[in-house]
Structures are given as structure tokens and as C-alpha cells.
């Protein structure tokens, strides 16, 4: 076989197994990066909530206004009294002390009503300022058992980066190119075999002529049907037949 071809073969399989790491590392921080989900979570609810008193407290407020503004004109009204002169009089000013009594008994109704929904947003608050506490206990236990997973698969992973470094080293400056341009978009699937006459990329059948060429692996071929490069192993298409 070709040697820049067996060299290219060597490469892809490390690439492979390279980028197997990440989902590794990504498995052994699932517990951690749940937590921190979690955390995030409450915390945003929290910012939510803590926004949603602060717009009911501001309502409040303006009804605490209005409820001086409304105390204040039944005093006027109180003294206005003694001025009244006739029944008219006395009827308007009895219907404006009606009308403010009103208002004010809808704005102590509106502020008892505002006063209870700040009181059950605080208790949210707590449970979920409980749910962080918790959480960030959690988190601390679980992070050395998480970081010793990580720094092991890290060190694995380093010793497979100095192998290909090493290859790399090695390898036809033009082929690696080459194999790094077809790596852009077929990723891990760059080189594949040829199995059953057809590409392992594709999974499209070559002609004979294209086959012939792999079989003698003096060269490096790429599919004709998706441009990945091709490599052929008699022990793989024994097996695949049987």
C-alpha cells in the first residue's frame, strides 16, 4: 500500500479517536452541568420574580398616594361643612364623601390584594434561594469527583494529541492538505474503506476500474461519488462476505 496512503489511514483513525474524547469529557461533567442548570435556573426565576415585586410594589405605592390624596379630601370636605348653605350644597358634598369612601375602600382592597402576592413571590424567593444553596452544596461535592474524571480523560487525550503530532511530523506535506480540505466537511469520515465494492462514506458503489485501483492501493483514490479517500482491506471484505 501506498505509503503516504498508510500514513493517511494512521491519521484518520487518530482523529477518530480524538474527537470520541469530547463526548467523554462532555459525559463526565453531565452530573456538574446539570447543577449549574439548575442554579441558573432559580437564579433566573428569582431575577424574574424580584422584578415582578418591584412592578407591584410601584402599584402599591400609587395607591398609597391616591389613598393619602383621597384622606385629605374627606378633611376638606369635613370643614367644607360648616360653609355648606343649602340642600344642594350638602347633597353634593355628601355624594363626593360617598364616591372618595369608595375609592378608598377599592384601594385598601387593591393594596391587602398586592400585599399578598408580594408575600407569595417572597416565599418563591425563598424556596428557590433554598434550591440554590442546595445546589451549590451539591456542587461542591460532586466537583472534585467530576475535575479528577476530566484531568484523567485530559491526560489520556494529550497522549493520543502527541501521537498525531508525531504522525504529522511524518506525513507528506501535500497529502495532509489534501486529507485536511476533505476533513472540513466530512469530518471523522475523511478515509474509509471499501467494503462490498461500494464507499463506507456514501455508501455508493465504484465502478471496477476505481476499485481496481483501490485494491492496488498504489495511490490515493477518492470516491468518485463523495470525495472521500478510499482504502480497501482484504481481511475487512472477506469478513463482510461471510
Known sequence: MNKHLEQLIDLSVIDKEIAEYEPKIANAKASYTKLIARQEEANSAMEVLQEEIKAEQLKKQKHDLHLAELSEKLVKNSKRGSDVKNEREAKSLQLEDEIAKEQIDFANEEIARLDT???????QIAELNDTVTSVNDELKSVQGDVDAQVASIEKDRQIVFDKKTELVSEVNQKALAFYEKIRRWAGESS??????????????????????????????????????????????ENDSVA
Open 117 to 123: 402576592i408580594i408575600s407569595n413571590k417572597n416565599e
Open 191 to 236: 478515509v474509509v474503506k471499501v467494503k462490498r465494492q461500494a464507499c463506507h462514506g456514501c455508501y455508493l458503489k465504484i465502478s471496477d476500474k476505481v476499485f481496481f485501483e483501490v485494491v492496488r492501493g498504489e495511490e490515493i483514490i477518492t470516491c468518485p461519488h463523495c470525495g472521500r479517500i478510499l482504502y480497501y482491506e482484504a481481511e475487512e
